[in-house]
């Protein structure tokens, strides 16, 4: 939870965490994503083992929506004359397609989880206000105060639903300033997202650069070193730290300096280019204050006041939202037209949003089907690592039985995996009186072929976070670890839990796992090789 939580507050707020005290719109979205997160943990075995799940459907409705995707980004980049964007689309938390413009940064598994988060909470928020708005006059005034911090600045207080002719408007959009990761590992590059819904369920992810990226890499990084040094700075002993501090401080200020002569002087207002001037005189007094060999306590002061600096800075440029209203209009034009272009689908997705699999996921086969080729197989869940998709049989968590019966052994499966897997054992087995569990994380190349590690997991594990992808992806840098001399993207991570009936052997477990390793592409449709277990 503590790892979700820092994960949410570097996307909404980036290094200026000390705004959550004062801008009540950012704390109150950060606390209904943690609800939505807390909510979706308890329910959804995709979000339990952080990863999305990939709705599986026609080739045609595939290649419909990427169409209308990249259309989307072209309007963006004309009206906008945003060439670095995304345009994504979630059918509740469930991943349907994503296009990306030819220039824009790469995301991160860990950035599709969070607007998938953001989606869903956003989906749950506007049902929320729809139905409150509908059964209860009275408390307008209330709902008004939550909707002026939760959606775009034309927002009325009681969004209506899309009429027959798709019309999308003020009233049922999201926009926010986020921060992404990218391939980084920290979230530092700013975004406007515009979230609309073509349908009930189905929400449109519109998303693209701002002009402040670059400098947005360098406040981070002068953040993190005045960090070092305010931390060191009441103990007078530590002069080596301190000088760690100073030596990661100067580069960062430099490509600061830079970035900020690259913005277009239309585009300083007065008080940015104050604060500039300021940032000039405080960095200029603490590498004196360097030099000079003064006490840790007044580097430490310096360094403080500096900090503050730049903290301005950022609100002024990274995250300053003034333009995003003019991004707002354009986002409903170009939802309108996605919602056209997929109008004759959106019933259909409906639908698998709430079972996936279980309604056929090829023409020839379904997922029930599929499980019918491995008697005793009661449940299983693939994970691609390197993309965090998964595919599972999908569980009706309403039913009681499967509650009490399955998805509590899910649950508690997980759980154990995890613990084993923080010791380094990537293949385990064990039973309890009902059931038999079966848990494998293992590397192939390119080819299909098996990977061993080249460091022991044992020891890889001891440097890394827990198990997930939100707050660290753990999977990515256990690749890295264990293959220190070869490229990661030569190297596909996969995990595959099993729950086989009591009475199933070892032998019978281990030979559906190598079995529904090198098949499941017969359901998701993706080619994959075989599995080398042992």
Known sequence: MLG??????????????????????????????????????????????????????????????????????????????????????????????????????ELSAGDLLFLSLLAECTRQEVNTVSVAGASQQKSSTDLSQSSDEFYSPQTSPEP?????????????????????????????????????????????????QTNYDNLSI??????????????????????????????????????????????????????????????????????????????AACIGSCSHSLGLCLRDILQSTVLDKSNIVRGSSVAISVSQAVAVALANYT??????????????SRASLSINKYLEEFPGLVHFLYIDRTS?????????????????????????????????????????MWKDTAFNYAYYLWFEDMTGSPLKPKISPSVAVKSLPIPGVFSAD?????????????????????????IHLGLASSSCVLEHSRRLAATIWEVTGIPNNPLDLL
């Open 4 to 105: 979700i939580c820092i994960s949410v507050i570097k996307h909404i707020c980036g290094p200026d965490i000390p705004s959550l005290k004062t801008v009540k719109s950012k704390s109150s979205l950060v606390k209904r994503l943690l609800d939505t997160w807390g909510t979706l943990v308890e329910d959804d075995q995709a979000e339990l083992l952080e990863a999305l799940e990939q709705l599986s459907v026609s080739n045609d409705l595939s290649s419909t929506a990427i169409k209308a995707l990249k259309e989307a980004t072209d309007k963006i980049k004309s009206k906008l004359d945003q060439s670095r964007s995304h345009a994504l689309l979630f059918v509740e938390n469930k991943f349907l397609a994503l296009f990306s413009s030819r220039t824009a940064r």
């Open 160 to 208: 209506s639903r899309k009429s027959e002719d798709n019309t999308i408007s003020n009233d049922e959009m999201f926009s926010e300033l986020i921060l992404l990761s990218g391939n980084a590992y920290s979230a530092v590059t700013p975004y406007f997202v515009h979230i609309t819904f073509i349908a009930d369920s189905v929400s449109l992810v519109l998303l693209y």
């Open 218 to 295: 360098a406040l981070n990084e002068s953040f993190e070193a005045i960090n070092i040094i305010n931390s060191l700075s009441s103990s007078s002993t530590d002069v080596e730290g301190l000088k760690k501090g100073m030596e990661l401080l100067e580069p960062s200020i430099k490509k600061l300096f830079d970035g900020i002569k690259k913005i277009k002087s239309s585009e300083i207002s007065p008080k940015l280019d104050a604060n500039i001037k300021v940032l000039h005189v405080k960095w200029d007094l603490l590498k004196r204050q360097w030099n000079e060999n003064t006490s």
């Open 347 to 360: 019933n259909f997705l409906q639908v698998k949003a709430l079972r996936n699999f279980t309604l056929g």
């Open 388 to 428: 965090h998709r998964i595919t599972a049989p999908t569980l009706d968590f309403h039913s009681q039985q499967t509650i009490t019966l399955t998805k509590k052994k899910i649950w508690e499966m997980v759980e154990f995996s995890r613990t084993h897997l923080q010791e380094g054992h990537l293949a385990i």
């Open 474 to 498: 753990f999977y990515h840098r256990l690749t890295e670890t264990c293959f220190p001399k070869m490229a990661l993207n030569k190297i596909r991570c996969y995990e595959l839990y099993c």
